[in-house]
Structures are given as structure tokens and as C-alpha cells.
């Protein structure tokens, strides 16, 4: 299994033993990076997770989970989000759909009113611009 995350000393990915690492951080930005860093770090991120006080939930490739400095030890660690965090439902599995869609049932809306529509090679006149007036290179 190869993981998604680059260890910039190899420029390979990360060949640690860590599947996931979830870690509870001030902020998600705190969090992302602990997480990173800790895939990264392989073997010595238990000890590092613990040093920096964070609470983590590391699962190993084999699928065991470890959980570090605080981090809830009920049922394993998982987490359920509360009810008002929690995505609905959606309308489940559609009969006959293979889960690829199928060009022939993509049906083509008109854009409302003052919508630039982007074809596919072209782009809109004149000079893009962002939200606050900036020119965009």
C-alpha cells in the first residue's frame, strides 16, 4: 500500500507503519500537521505525539490502533461526531449506475442570468480578476 504523503527526505511516500493518524490540535491547520508529521516519523511518532501533548489515535497498517496522550481509549478510540456535525444521509445507490457516470444522462442546464460559461478550450474575455480586484497571473 502506498500512502498518499511524501517524506521530503526521500521524496518517496511515506513508508512508516501508520495507515492513519487522527490528532485532536487547537486548530485543524495544528492538527493536519501533527498527523503529517507523525506518518512521517514512523516509529518515533508515538513518543513525539506524547512529548508535544497532543492527543492522537495512530492505526498501523495492520490495522491495530495505539492511542496517545489522552486521546479517548472507548471502543478503541473511535469517535462518533455529534448528531448536529454529522452529514445526512443521501439517497443511497441508483438503480442500473455501475457508479461511473453516464454521459448520455448528463443533462446540460443553462447558466443564469450574467454567468460566464467555461467551454471547454476557451476562456472568458478579458482579464481574470479575483473577489478583492486583483489581477490573477
Known amino acids: 500500500m502506498l500512502h498518499h504523503i511524501v517524506d521530503p527526505r526521500t521524496g518517496l511516500p511515506a513508508a512508516g507503519p501508520w495507515r492513519t493518524v487522527s490528532v485532536a490540535a487547537a486548530n485543524c ?6 498527523s503529517t508529521a507523525a506518518i512521517i516519523m514512523g516509529d518515533q511518532a508515538r513518543a ?8 492522537a489515535r495512530l492505526v ?5 490502533v495505539r492511542l496517545v496522550g489522552g486521546w479517548p481509549a472507548i471502543d478503541e478510540g473511535v469517535l462518533e461526531p455529534p448528531e448536529m456535525c454529522r452529514m ?4 443511497g445507490p441508483v438503480a442500473g449506475l455501475s457508479g461511473r457516470a453516464d454521459p448520455a444522462a448528463v443533462v446540460d442546464r443553462p447558466s443564469p442570468p450574467g454567468a460566464t460559461r467555461r467551454l471547454a478550450g476557451r476562456t472568458p474575455p478579458g482579464p481574470r480578476r479575483s473577489p478583492g480586484g486583483r489581477r490573477w497571473r
Open 88 to 91: 445526512p444521509a443521501g439517497p
Open 48 to 55: 513525539w505525539l506524547a512529548a508535544q501533548g497532543v492527543p
Open 60 to 64: 498501523a497498517r495492520d490495522g491495530s
Open 29 to 34: 491547520a495544528e492538527a493536519n500537521a501533527a
